[in-house]
């Protein structure tokens, strides 16, 4: 079975190729058809099933898997969230990550329209963080990457796939 990941990022391929590792995975670049920094829960988990659906029909796959990362303000506080999202046949499966507070700093710069990874890469003077540990990776000191995120995102995509698998052949 293919399974093609809405994405080139690789800490996205990465994450599905180790989860899905009995599947042949690619990664395709597609539309997230929302804004190229998600400023909600909703919008973020918009875009995952956007790049699934994209990946799905662009890949000519059983299976299209989008994941998305964005931020949340909420009260004040800046928030971290990624969402995952597989569409196979008719169905939707979506799973969403930990969430870590962000430096309430970015809020302004981020509601102006700059994208989280330009502000990690002044903030930390390094270059494509979110091809590498991401913003989790720096706030949580390297304890939890973004590939880890969406390994568990994927792992909770697979379970739940395997779940309605082994319930639609015992009915």
């Known amino acids: 079975m ?3 990941i809405g994405s080139l990022n690789p800490t996205k ?23 190229n920094q998600p400023m909600s829960d909703f919008e ?17 796959s059983e299976i299209g898997i989008g994941l998305e990362g ?3 303000i909420e009260n004040e506080l800046l928030f971290l969230c990624n969402w995952g999202a597989l569409v196979y046949e008719n169905e939707v499966i979506l799973a969403s990550g930990a969430k870590i507070l962000l430096p309430c700093e970015f809020i302004k710069d981020l509601q102006n ?18 091809s590498k540990e991401g913003a989790v990776g720096i706030f949580t000191n390297g304890r939890i990457t973004r590939t880890q ?19 639609e052949v015992s009915n």
């Open 13 to 35: 391929v990465g994450a599905v190729k180790k989860v899905f590792n009995q599947f042949n995975v690619e990664g395709l670049n597609v539309p997230s058809d929302v804004s």
């Open 149 to 167: 995120i969406f390994e568990h995102i994927c792992e909770l995509l697979l379970g739940q796939y395997e779940f309605k698998i082994i319930k």
């Open 44 to 60: 973020t988990m918009q875009g995952a099933i956007n790049r699934a659906h994209n990946a799905k029909i662009a890949g000519k």
């Open 70 to 72: 964005g931020v949340i």
């Open 113 to 130: 329209g700059t994208e989280l990874a330009v502000l990690m890469e002044r903030y930390t003077n390094e270059k494509d963080i979110r």
């Open 2 to 4: 293919k399974i093609i």
